[in-house]
């Protein structure tokens, strides 16, 4: 088993540019996650799904917009990069949505924005 | 102030010693505690699982103190390999979230 996959691994955008992280999981896990990492601040929740088909904010979703396309899948896309998105981003995955339960985490995408 | 504090280090300590660190946080709601570890420029990983009795893993024990609302991890006989960021985690069962700490750099030296 992969686990969490991301991919790209890096990645170089200029301001105004658009992406889209990719993000599979083959855990058969209902819930997955978004978070962005950066320097002092921790891992910070962009947006999640509980299950397949519903998709919540988190505590930084502005500028970013996610799909939950399948079980497996969960894609984070930046419409117009801007370089206060320069962060490693992490996509995470869990049985169930709830807090006691374990996220496994993938590689992380480190992005950058000039 | 922030949900989940920790000292960001670096803790710096030689091969064989014991460390210990805490991270305290300040809704008295939290049910749920973890430690997870980070090596750098990878993923966290989930370490344990941390228990109202306080629990123990090898050279690792987390004890909770839910009066004065911290949580700590001690190593014991400490490895090179123990070399890394430690993230305390801190869960709510009514909102389904957890919030991440950011976290205790660790370093061990020979």
């Known amino acids: 088993n992969a686990g969490v996959t991301q991919t790209p691994k890096f990645q170089v955008l200029k301001t105004g540019q658009s992406m889209t992280l990719q993000c599979a999981q083959d855990?058969?896990?209902?819930?997955m996650y978004w978070y962005r990492q950066d320097p002092g601040m921790g891992l910070r929740l962009i947006y999640y799904?509980?299950?397949?088909?519903?998709?919540d904010k988190g505590e930084v979703p502005n500028g970013y917009n996610v799909s939950r396309l399948n079980k497996r899948e969960f894609s984070l896309r930046l419409e117009s990069a801007a370089p206060s998105q320069t962060s490693v981003y992490f996509c995470?995955?869990?049985?169930?949505?709830?807090?006691?339960?374990?996220?496994?985490f993938g590689p992380g995408t480190r992005l950058l924005v000039l | 102030r922030k949900e989940v504090e920790q000292d960001p280090g670096p803790f710096n300590v030689p091969e064989g010693a014991t460390v210990a660190f805490n991270c305290t946080y300040s809704?008295?709601?939290?049910?749920?505690f973890f430690w997870y570890r980070q090596d750098c420029r990878k993923e966290p990983k989930l370490l344990m699982s941390?228990?109202?009795s306080g629990n123990e893993d090898g050279r690792f024990t987390a004890q909770l103190n839910r009066a004065s609302q911290y949580i700590s991890l001690l190593i014991r006989d400490s490895k090179l390999s123990d070399s890394a960021t430690y993230l305390c985690?801190?869960?709510?069962?009514?909102?389904?979230?957890?919030?991440f700490g950011s976290g205790t750099r660790l370093s061990i030296r020979p």
């Open positions: 941390v228990y109202s």
């Open positions: 995470a995955s869990s049985r169930l949505l709830a807090a006691q339960e374990t996220q496994y």
């Open positions: 799904s509980a299950s397949e088909g519903t998709t």
């Open positions: 855990m058969n896990h209902n819930s």
């Open positions: 809704n008295s709601a939290s049910q749920s």
């Open positions: 985690v801190v869960g709510y069962s009514s909102a389904s979230k957890i919030i």
